[in-house]
């Protein structure tokens, strides 16, 4: 079997440096409340999956890659809990209409907006965020979420 070699180091010192960059970045979104939770708990899944990844090809102290792949347990049991972003889809309306001999006249015209929150997660979303969990995650905070049950 061939073995694959992998891009120079210097290309995974970037990507973990632009990684933990939107980390950060996402962080502070959450923290001053500009980011929708959904939203930013996807790529801090992502990014802290591979900043765990980057931390082995680069041959850190196995510390720091546990760090990231629990990390990403974390965000990923709180992704499961977030409020998504406003559905989006087909917009819809309410109206009120007069029906007579002369024709048909819209008295009131109203649209039924999508409730925040209402936007689900992807199967591959909710899959990734699954296999963080049970891969890095701790057992208690898994039973308590409620998900528990699933695996």
Known sequence: MKRHDLLPASHFEMLRGVYRDLVTTTLQQLKDGSGVPQLCYKPLVRMSLA?????LILEQLDEEAKKHFVDSATYALQLLDAPGARGGGIRAYEAN????EDGARVTSLHEKRPEAGLEKLSITDF??????VVSFGERTPVSESGYSRLG
Do not use: K, M, R
């Open 51 to 55: 900043n765990g990844c980057i931390a």
């Open 97 to 100: 209409v007069e029906v007579s």
């Open 127 to 132: 899959h990734q965020a699954l296999i963080a």
